[in-house]
């Protein structure tokens, strides 16, 4: 029978070949109690400028389940997002340093008023691409981003749980998932007339944190999905990322815990990446769904405006439609903007409402952001409702294997 002794430290970092990196004293004393991978972490640690994170580590024997324990979080930080945690530091850092000097996000683009269409609801028109909406409905998917608490609103529960309306305390997630079910009712009845098609049922992806997986589960479940069936519903859950303590993208540590990084939601960007990972896209694009809609957790009167909506990706062909809605000049939301650089490339985003004006200003417009004939400002207030073609959604997603490009927000 084969038998093993523990490593020393020197001889796991000669068999590593990591005796030109500069161990800290504290980490080097403890090298024999990790596996290679663990201490390839470690490694990768150091070369990333974390070696703080050690600095107070006890002798070998001491706390050494809680050091195993650290590493083990590691890991998982390095796992869960796009390129590993070397890759997440590396882009913080390299944001941060841009926010610190001050750096112009938009510089060389110019500002206009996006094309679209306005949609009055009821009318002629809205009703056309209502039609459309509901026909194209069966080949859709929605996902619902719910990771967040009702804390700023003095709920102290998830915010699909809140109700919609007073009058039968209907909850949020029950009147999304009745819309659903109604469009997709509605949706099959109308093809099922015009090409005698057999019904299909709209999927249904609901992200969640650890704040709200295992209540949105719960609220689910004692309320047996509220009429949609549980295979139509999947839960993702977005992972937390790694806190960080200054504009060096330096690790926070808890400050009760000196083996344990700080963490925090990542943030909605997240849904992205699991909706790649998790190959659920390709699983929608072989079963021949054309469309995905994303919708957050508390717009009650949402669904009056998503079948036209959609209506008009259909007819418009286009492969990315955001739902906006009207918006004052200077008022606290964000601005469709069409973003053009003097090389000649063309976007469509959201502008933050603080960096609307000075964007105008600089760029020929004194009066900044100002409202127009309508009373309103040209450019419509973003609602982070999304419609995204699914075929080229999922190519742009593979070229980065689901890493969206980040923007940093330092507090």
């Known amino acids: 029978m084969a038998s093993t ?52 580590w006890a002798e070998p024997g001491v706390d050494d389940d809680q050091k195993k324990a650290f590493f083990d979080k590691v890991a998982k930080l390095d796992s869960s997002y796009p390129g590993g945690l070397a890759s997440y530091i590396k882009t913080a850092r390299e944001l941060l340093a841009d926010s610190k000097a001050g750096k112009n996000p938009y510089d060389g683009f110019t500002p206009s008023v996006p094309s679209g269409e306005v949609l009055s609801f009821g009318d002629d028109n809205f009703i056309k691409f209502e039609e459309a909406g509901v026909k194209e409905a069966q080949n859709a998917a929605f996902v619902l981003v719910a990771g967040g608490l009702g804390e700023r609103l003095g709920y102290n529960g998830i915010k699909v749980a809140l109700p919609a309306e007073t009058t039968t305390g209907t909850c949020f997630l029950q009147q999304y998932i009745e819309s659903i079910l109604a469009l997709q009712e509605a949706s099959c009845k109308l093809t099922q007339a015009l090409y005698g098609t057999s019904q299909k049922e709209i999927p249904f992806v609901i992200m969640t944190s650890d704040d709200t997986h295992t209540r949105t589960l719960e609220l689910l479940e004692s309320n047996s999905y509220f009429g949609m069936k549980p295979t139509q519903v999947k839960l993702l859950k977005q992972e937390k990322v790694a806190c960080l303590d200054d504009n060096d993208a330096r690790l926070a540590l808890d400050p009760h815990n000196k083996y344990k990084i700080q963490t925090k ?21 072989d079963a021949g769904l054309r469309w995905v809609l994303f919708f957050q957790d508390t717009n009650g ?38 973003l053009t650089h003097k090389d000649g490339r063309s976007m469509v985003i959201n502008v933050e409402y603080n960096q609307l004006d000075p964007l105008l200003r600089a760029t020929g417009h004194p009066d900044g952001d100002v409202n127009c004939e309508t009373g309103y400002s040209p450019f419509p207030g973003n609602i982070n409702q999304l419609i995204l073609e699914l075929g080229p959604y999922l190519e742009e997603l593979t070229k980065t294997g689901g890493a969206i490009k980040e923007f940093v927000n330092p507090k």
């Open 5 to 56: 002794t523990a490593s020393s430290a020197a001889e796991i970092v000669s068999k590593l070949n990591i005796n030109d990196l500069d161990f800290p004293p504290n980490l080097a004393k403890n090298l024999h109690l990790f596996s290679p991978d663990q201490i390839e972490l470690a490694k990768m640690l150091i070369e990333m400028g974390q070696s703080h994170v050690f600095q107070h």
């Open 265 to 285: 939601p990542h943030g909605h960007g997240d849904v992205h990446s699991l909706l790649y990972s998790s190959g659920i896209l390709k699983i929608w694009r």
């Open 301 to 338: 009167l949402l669904f009056k405006a998503i079948p036209a909506s959609l209506g008009v990706s259909a007819i418009k062909q286009y492969e990315v439609n955001s739902l906006a809605v009207q918006r004052k000049a200077k008022e606290a939301i964000g601005g469709i903007t069409r």
